[in-house]
């Protein structure tokens, strides 16, 4: 399936009849996980597009919010409003108020920024980290494979939480250390992929062309493994955005990485679950918002895995 | 299968050497002063103190050899003392450690045997109302955070029905039915991403024997659809499966920190988070060094169980 960076995220919604005669290519996100079917119903593809398609309207609306969320919010996101605090919802207040009489609503959109920004920033550095010691041990092989390999093992030895955990009690409790605690995490993952693709890349045909005519090992690197190994890459890269965000959720749910008044959503989900008695609204709807927006990003990244390649199907 | 495990044990050096590095890195990275932070930032002392502990703890000396006399310690098992209740780590965590073991075994009893059961089944009946339930119970489960799953819960069986409390842990050994109603909720919310991820593994491992040539040999020679289960897909299946569950249930420690915290268990995980909200720090260090321990352990466990189960490494490749 060869496919530019453009076609593909086109490619997981098209229902042309060519995609129907390939059964590997379709088996919607249930699928993932079928190899052979024997027969593929219709009813199947149409549910596995719909999926990628709802996955990339989800993150289309949330990352709106992201955008434009601080500019639409009705009210300010710390703005208290005394004497209605913990409303149900209503005109003025969208979701009701929280224990502070803060409208819920616009705090969730200004939350929406963080979470994003979290998710972004956290891909960046661990796909780049990822990338580069991925890489270099695919290619190099030998020693440098395995000291690379052993250091991505030790920072899988630790719970992704508690090895957040460990690294914001180090650096200090702000939301910059949460930030790169959380891709410090998600850098193993990367390596990993990364790692695994160059090793099969490394063999190939084309490589050793590039080899035979002296091509140097950072252009070799960078031209010619690269770019055969961005599939994979993608597919992680979305699945890590929702990790991220996770992650960011329940360390701020547990107090660490932002700052009180700020509206990350874990912190809202926290502050307000004391309350549920008199009202559900200000901690049920930022945990809401934090699910459909880790939703549409696995779904998404299921949906770029069987456009990009259908051999990743189960990895 | 003994080459294997071997070569296994021996990566085990490695990576706990690693995990102690880290630890003791995070031990010496921590702001601040090391004496103030071994007697607890809130106390006052003087400079001759201050030597007194440097002496005492060694903190004049070379890093490595510091090291050295720490792992030395921990071997021992001693962590270190609780600036708060100035009681010995060791102590401490032994209180709160049958509280975190307890609700992990019960996530994964929860988390794995339904989560099998269902995959098998949806597997089976491919494209069934049940295989759709599973498809969006995945979804859901992978994509929902704990905490959201554990505020719901409590919203609906406490709130609303005031069926189970939302609180007030409970030992098993003073009365192991209000013991049961207090963890099952944590229990359920620490294991749906667990039963999410299984259900998926489960489904895709079994379809895949279920399409393979044996089965279809094992179909022509008549056999009943429960024989061909039981004795040729499930045991083939079951490999993977069980890989998975492993490296699920090992991560499942983890999760243990928020959903303890949620419902005020006295665990490790709570242990943890007041040790950061105390500046507690020896809390924080030794807690993360005997999460992560158990971490690297059970996964040896389930590796070495894989190497027992698959008869492809028996023979000892």
Known sequence: ?315 | MGAFILRRLLLLIPVLLGVSIVVFTMIHAIPGDPTQILVGTDQLISDEQREVIREQYGLDQPLPVQYGKWIGRVLQGDLGTSIRTRRALTYELRLRLPVTIELTLLAALLGTIPAVAVGVLAAVRRNSRLDYFATVTTLVGISVPNFLLATLLVLLFSVKLKWLPPIGYVSIRQDAVQNLKVMIMPAVSLALPLAAILMRYTRSSVLEVLSSDHVRVARAKGLSQRTVLGRHVLRNASIPIITIAGIQVATLLGGTVIIERIFSLPGIGSYIVDGINNRDYAVVTSVTLVMSTIFVLVSLLVDILYAVMDPRLRKGT
Request: charged residues 15%; without cysteine; positive net charge.
């Open chain 1, 1 to 315: 399936m060869e496919q530019d960076a453009g076609g593909l995220v086109e490619g997981a919604l098209t229902t042309g009849s060519d995609t129907l005669t390939d059964a590997n290519r379709l088996s919607p996100l249930a699928a993932s996980l079928v190899r052979q079917p024997r027969r593929t119903g219709i009813w199947q593809v149409i549910v596995r597009q719909r999926l990628a398609l709802t996955g990339i309207i989800l993150v289309a609306v949330f990352g709106l919010l992201a955008l434009i969320g601080p500019y639409v919010a009705p009210h300010g996101k710390t703005e208290q409003f005394s004497g209605q605090r913990l409303k149900p919802p209503s005109r003025e207040f969208l979701l009701g108020t929280d224990e502070f009489g803060r409208d819920v609503f616009s705090r969730l959109l200004y939350g929406a920024r963080i979470s994003f920004e979290v998710g972004f920033i956290v891909v960046g550095i661990a796909a780049s980290f990822g990338v580069f010691f991925g890489i270099i041990a695919g290619y190099r092989g030998g020693w440098t494979d395995n000291i690379i390999s052993l250091l991505s093992d030790i920072i899988f030895a630790f719970p992704a939480v508690l090895l957040a955990i460990a690294v914001i009690t180090m650096l200090g409790n702000n939301l910059t250390n949460a930030i790169l605690a959380i891709s410090l995490v998600y850098i193993p993952p990367f390596v990993r992929i990364v790692r695994g693709s160059t090793l099969t890349v490394r063999n190939s045909a084309y490589v050793e062309a590039a080899r035979s005519i002296g091509v140097s090992t950072p252009r070799m690197l960078t031209r010619h493994i690269f770019p055969n190994i961005t599939a994979p890459l993608i597919v992680q890269a979305s699945i890590a955005f929702a990790l991220a965000i996770l992650s960011e959720a329940a360390l701020a749910f547990l107090g660490l990485g932002n700052k009180a008044p700020e509206p990350s959503w874990g912190s809202m989900v926290s502050g307000s679950y004391g309350y549920l008695q008199i009202s559900a609204w200000p901690a049920i709807a930022p945990g809401v918002a934090i699910a459909l927006t880790v939703l549409g990003f696995n779904l998404l990244g299921d949906g770029l895995r069987d456009a990009l390649d259908p051999r990743l199907r189960n990895s």
